[in-house]
Structures are given as structure tokens and as C-alpha cells.
């Protein structure tokens, strides 16, 4: 198939890549100042994003499926960083929609948070970031009923794995020198944590669903575990591994604003999908 894959210079998509690549044609979309190097192996083409001119690039390539990785984190929106959080994961997002959709692309794999479901309810966003990801799944599903485009959206949680240079707690934690000091919460939310390896076969599996969907029709699945771990649990057996002590102050710093104290349940499973790694095998795996 004909594939374009936004956000493919993030960690997800730079893993997603080159699995895709050895059986289907992929095009990247990127902006004029990313940095591709990393896949430039694994992509038939790059697609520079401008509002105006993707229509046409979109309309020549006539894409089988978009994937839609790309997006901006912030655990607190400020007015200085506001405009960037509307700009990057709703206004992109519609116009990549858009532009694939008059492209005649009718399938489309989107990526969203659990985030999106504060206390576990259908829809309550933890923070800003998490409404405008759910607001790019809402305008994803008007091209579903009103184009007949098949959409599958998968919730992330949190991802992990080698080459991750993000500002996660185990990269933080992995980088920290024996004996250093540091701040932590009293660590007892529960988090699911999905290995790198396994979210790539999540995606794989999810594009093998979205192509024999029906038009019209539309599905949201999660890649996680069956059980969460609590981040102290969490860090205590990384450094176990590492062989390495650290003066922790668990308690030190006070819980974000609405955490997430026990994700249990959120999201159903993908169907045809299971983790290869489970939280302590793919620690060890780091």
C-alpha cells in the first residue's frame, strides 16, 4: 500500500518506519525543519507540510492510508506554549485529514491518549493537551460519516524502550549518577508502560484491521498490559537492574494536577494484539 505517516521523526515513528517500509511504499510528512536523516532509509519520499500546497502533494501521491503520529506534549499549557498546542494537534491534524480525504485516501490510523479519559470516564481530558487530541478525533470522525472514510484511533499510554532520549522518569532515572539525589512523588500512581518493539506491532496490527473496516465505520483500541505497575515499584526495579542507589525523596514533589492515580481498564485492547514485553522483562530490556 501507499502510506504517509506524520510525525515519522518522533520516537514512535522513527521505530514505525522502517517496519513499514519492508512491505508497503511510504511517504513521510514533515516540516521544511525536521530532521530526517534517521529515516530517510525507510521512506519512498518526504512530503514537506505546507497548508496550502499538501493538497496537491497529497493529490499526486494518492495515498491508500494515512497514519497519524504526529503531535505536541505539554503537561501544562501557558499563553506562551497555547498557540503551538492548538497549531500542531488540531490545526495540523484537520489539515492532513482534509488534504488526504480529497486525495481520495479512505482509511485512516489515528493517535490518541488515555489522557483523554481523567477518572475513567468516556471523555474527560487531564489537561489542554488532551482536549485538543480528542478534538482531532472528533473532526477525524466527520470525514467518517460524511466521506465514508473507516478511522481507527489507538490510545497510547506510556511508551518506553531503547534510543528514547525523551524527558521520561527512566530515561531521567537511567542518566542520573550513583548516589545522586532526587525528588519524586510518593510514587504510588500506577501507570501502564508499553514497550517500543511492542507498540510497533500494536500499529502494524491496527493498519491490518483499519483496511478491512467498512466505510463509515470507526474504532478506538488501547495498547497496554493487562495490569498497571506504581511508578515507585516501577523505579525501584530499574535501579535493581542498574545495580545502582540513589537518595530518592519519594514525596518530594507534589502529584501533577488531576494525575491519573490508577489507569485500570481504560480502553479496550486492541483485538489480535499482546505484549511481547511486560513491564519488568522490557525494563531489563533497557
Known amino acids: 500500500m501507499r502510506i504517509v505517516v506524520t510525525g515519522a521523526t518522533g520516537y514512535i515513528g522513527s521505530h514505525l ?51 497519524h503520529l504526529a503531535g505536541v506534549f505539554y503537561g501544562e499549557h501557558t499563553p506562551e506554549n497555547i498557540e503551538s498546542l492548538l497549531e500542531s494537534n488540531l490545526v495540523f491534524a484537520a489539515v492532513i485529514f482534509d488534504a488526504a480525504a480529497s486525495a481520495g485516501c479512505r482509511k485512516f490510523l489515528n493517535t490518541g491518549t488515555y489522557w483523554q479519559q481523567f477518572s475513567k470516564e468516556s471523555y474527560n481530558p487531564v489537561n489542554l493537551y488532551a482536549a485538543t487530541k480528542q478534538a482531532a478525533e472528533d473532526i477525524l470522525l466527520y470525514y467518517v460519516r460524511a466521506k465514508g472514510c473507516s478511522a481507527l484511533t489507538l490510545q497510547i499510554f506510556d511508551s518506553y524502550g531503547p534510543g528514547d532520549h525523551r524527558k521520561k522518569i527512566l530515561n531521567i532515572i537511567r542518566d542520573l549518577k550513583n548516589g545522586a539525589q532526587i525528588d519524586l512523588t510518593a510514587g504510588e500512581q500506577k501507570m501502564y508502560y508499553c514497550h517500543i518493539e511492542d507498540l510497533v506491532s500494536g500499529y502494524l496490527q491496527a493498519l491490518k484491521l483499519v483496511i478491512t473496516m467498512e466505510p463509515g465505520t470507526y474504532a478506538r483500541y488501547a495498547l497496554r498490559d493487562q495490569e498497571p505497575v506504581s511508578l515507585r515499584e516501577l523505579v525501584e526495579e530499574f535501579l535493581r537492574i542498574q545495580g545502582k542507589h540513589l537518595d530518592i525523596n519519594w514525596g518530594g514533589r507534589a502529584y501533577r494536577d488531576r494525575e491519573i492515580m490508577d489507569p485500570s481498564g481504560i480502553g479496550t485492547v486492541l483485538p489480535g494484539w499482546k505484549p511481547k514485553y511486560q513491564w519488568a522483562r522490557g525494563v531489563k530490556n533497557l
Open 17 to 67: 518506519l522502517p517496519a513499514l517500509g519492508r512491505e508497503h511504499e511510504v511517504y513521510a510528512v514533515v516540516r521544511e525543519s525536521s530532521e530526517t536523516g534517521a529515516i530517510e532509509n525507510f521512506v519512498k519520499g518526504k512530503v514537506i507540510f505546507e497548508k496550502q500546497s499538501i493538497y496537491g502533494l497529497l493529490a499526486e501521491l494518492m495515498p491508500d492510508v494515512c497514519i
